[in-house]
């Protein structure tokens, strides 16, 4: 992760720093250097790594210490007890090792605590049979914190996807009011030089002054939808301070070359595109989530099993003293344990069963909201790259209609009412088809977001 922002920082310092624009490419990147909810997500996932930590301590190696004293009474015997024990990640196990010594007198009861003059040294190990011999607490804990940390990759590249398609569309907002104001104002001028020549034609006497103001409402029109489009442009502008400093956004101006579009879209790529749906960030983290919910049913059938545990044990005891310490001991036990009915075992393992079952009707229902969604961005797609193509030739269409209508006026065939229309119209139809271009290009970003795609897509880009 710290490698892929390295990356992003250099090549936003290569791309920017004499640039008089910013393209989409370099806000992006520049929320991958240094927006804070990533940051938020990075710390989410140290905290999971601590998890595992915390989950993996439970087989880390433990000493104790005891010691024992007949203050009072007939006898008067002193024992103290030193134990290291290392618990095993394999049939719910330990192996120890133990040193006693004991001093004074015992009564037969507390016999076991004599020792020799240098006390008595042990070895053991326990192991469970059956409760606890494939799977326990401490090493499900251990699974399935694993697992969170893959949870966690997920759920960064859902956030990260999220991020980025919020931020693009913000862009796209600002860039499309950005190019409508460009448009605007050089129809503005083009329209201030006819305004002129009319106007030359007006003090002649050739035209009525009518004719003129007529003109001017034209001006007066590309004046109201600049002042809607600075609006819109002002607000937009505000809304990407949440995503690059206010600065860069104040200083310099969108751009966005067709060659540097990194979500295009054909029908290769969408078939590309749609393979990529099996391996969306949220089926993944409900994959993973089933995985953890297995281990957690074997945890519940290990449970209800009967608890048969075996310990084994060598010990010798060093020094002086009754002939019958001597020898060395090797001790063996079984315990075993199992409540009648266990019923809360039952219960536990009905539960977990059931939460399976949810689980994986759950991943059947985000597949196929998936699908859904992905279709339906497929369906806007095709509709907005139709409908850019329908404005272009409506553009084409209203600019030679304009045009004949200015001949015919220029001509005395028409009068400037008809030749108004005309302009107004051509005016409008470059806005349509500066708006049905940027929906394209929203469309197709829906696409790669529909799929989860956009931080592997910027990554390729920045590359």
């Not at 710290?2 to 640039?19: D, E, K, M, P, V």
């Not at 601590?50 to 104790?64: T, V």
């Not at 860069?248 to 969408?270: C, D, I, M």
């Not at 960030?281 to 989530?289: E, G, N, Q, R």
């Amino acid at each position: 992760m710290r490698n892929l922002l390295i990356l992003f920082t250099l090549s936003f310092i290569c791309g920017a720093t004499q640039a008089s624009s910013i393209t989409l490419t370099q806000l992006l990147e520049q929320v991958m250097v240094s927006h804070p909810y990533l940051q938020v997500l990075e710390q989410q996932g140290r905290q999971q790594r601590f998890a595992l930590d915390n989950a993996d301590a439970a087989f880390d190696p433990y000493i104790g210490q005891s010691a024992d004293s007949r203050l009072s009474g007939y006898y008067s015997g002193d024992v103290a007890t030193s134990e290291f024990a290392q618990p095993l990640r394999d049939m719910n196990g330990e192996i120890y090792t133990r040193y006693r010594i004991a001093d004074g007198d015992f009564p037969v009861y507390d016999g076991q605590y004599d020792t020799l003059s240098a006390g008595e040294a042990s070895i053991g190990v326990k192991l469970s049979l059956l409760k606890g011999r494939e799977t326990d607490e401490r090493r499900t804990a251990v699974r399935n914190a694993r697992l969170d940390i893959e949870r966690w990759e997920t759920d960064y590249l859902l956030g990260v996807n999220k991020l980025l398609f919020s931020a693009s569309m913000t862009f796209l907002n600002w860039y499309e009011s950005h190019l409508k104001i460009e448009r605007l104002t050089e129809l503005r001028r083009t329209l201030e030089k006819q305004e002129a020549a009319l106007a030359k034609k007006v003090e002649q006497g050739d035209e009525a002054r009518v004719t003129l103001e007529a003109f001017e409402a034209n001006l007066l029109e590309i004046d109201l939808l600049r002042a809607a489009e600075e609006q819109k442009l002002q607000s937009s502008a505000t809304k990407l301070y949440y995503y690059v400093p206010a600065k860069w956004v104040s200083r310099l101006e969108p751009e966005l070359a067709t060659e540097g579009w990194p979500f295009q879209v054909n029908p290769t790529l969408l078939s590309d595109l749609k393979n990529k749906l099996s391996g969306h960030p949220l089926t993944d983290d409900l994959s993973l989530a089933l995985e953890q919910q297995r281990n957690k049913q074997r945890l519940a059938a290990n449970n209800l099993l009967p608890k048969l545990d075996v310990k084994a044990e060598l010990a010798r005891d060093m020094g002086t003293g009754p002939k019958s310490l001597t020898q060395t001991d090797t001790k063996i036990g079984l315990s075993f344990s199992y409540p009648l009915g266990n019923r809360q075992a039952k219960a536990k393992a009905a539960s977990a069963q059931a939460k399976y079952k949810e689980l994986e009707f759950k991943l059947q229902d985000t597949e196929r909201k998936l699908n859904q969604q992905f279709e339906t961005a497929v369906a806007q797609w095709q509709q907005s790259t139709r409908l850019s193509d329908l404005n272009a030739k409506a553009a084409t269409l209203a600019d030679r209609l304009q045009a004949v209508e200015k001949t015919r006026f220029d001509a005395g065939d028409t009068d400037i009412f008809v030749l108004n229309a005309r302009q107004i119209a051509f005016i409008k139809a470059q806005l349509k088809l500066i708006a049905a271009r940027i929906d394209e290009r929203r469309a197709q970003l829906s696409l790669y977001y529909a799929v989860g795609g956009l931080p592997a897509t910027l990554t390729r880009q920045s590359r």
